[in-house]
């Protein structure tokens, strides 16, 4: 059973980089499939961040490509992003799950963490 | 921000067949496959649909997804409380080199 867990800091600062790592178990990252981040503010919807492929190729929201950094650890099973200059509107859940390939569905999901953006 | 249209909400009592729509355009809906997501309260997203219409293992044969030109359905046939839910549409967007875009996600009620 493939399993995603998100971790990181809860609490970042404006203008700061906020690092989170999503760990799989289950199932090995060099098998293939994309790596993804998704993202829901406090009591809205959701937004695709950017997905890796094991290989490290990457493709990221449009939107947040200035600020977004996806990369993989193949031997330590892990996916991490970086998001640059943050702000407030950066507050949210981010949520790491798996994606297919070829429809880019995602399933499953990792339980989300959230990360507040204040001084 | 999102580029796919649902209503905010929806309701039925139990035992109804519930729609939620999801409007899209030519370069997402009306080119690529649909997926459908539930979350739960308090919980993560998870996959209902995939491929337009396909239900991955474990989802309940009432929940059922079509698509038509640019728009997408997600029906729930034979409404239960524990479908009390946000469902959220998405699709690959071909526009700005591709990218993944939600729906705006509706919330649905069971009375």
């Known amino acids: 059973q493939v399993q995603l867990q998100g971790s990181g800091p809860g609490l970042a600062k404006p203008s700061e980089t906020l690092s989170l790592t999503c760990g799989v178990s289950?199932?090995?990252?060099?098998?293939?499939?994309?790596w993804g981040w998704i993202r829901q503010p406090p009591g809205k919807g959701l937004e695709w961040i950017g997905s890796?492929?094991?290989?490290?190729?990457?493709f990221y929201n449009p939107s947040l490509k200035s600020r977004v950094t996806i990369s993989v650890d193949t031997s330590r099973n892990y996916f991490s992003l970086r998001l640059r200059f943050l702000t407030a509107a950066d507050t949210a859940i981010y949520y790491c799950?798996?994606?297919?390939?070829?429809?880019?569905?995602?399933?499953?999901w990792g339980q989300g963490t959230l990360v507040t953006v204040s001084s | 921000q999102s580029v796919l249209t649902q209503p905010p909400s929806a309701s039925g009592t139990p035992g109804q067949r519930v729609t939620v729509s999801c409007s899209g355009s030519?370069?997402?809906?009306?080119?690529?496959?649909v997926n459908w997501y539930q979350q739960l309260p308090g919980t993560a997203p998870k996959l209902l649909i995939y491929?337009?219409?396909q239900r991955p293992s474990g989802v309940p044969y009432r929940f059922s997804g079509s698509t038509s030109g640019t728009s997408a359905s997600l029906a729930i046939s034979g409404l239960q409380s524990e479908d009390e839910a946000d469902y959220y549409c998405?699709?690959?967007?071909?526009?700005?080199?591709?990218?993944?875009?939600f729906g705006t996600g509706t919330k649905v009620t069971v009375l």
């Open positions: 998405a699709a690959w967007d071909d526009s700005l080199n591709g990218h993944y875009v």
């Open positions: 030519t370069s997402n809906v009306g080119s690529n496959a």
């Open positions: 799950a798996r994606q297919n390939q070829m429809l880019y569905w995602f399933d499953p």
């Open positions: 491929s337009n219409d």
């Open positions: 890796i492929y094991q290989s490290g190729s990457t």
């Open positions: 289950g199932y090995s990252i060099s098998r293939g499939y994309y």
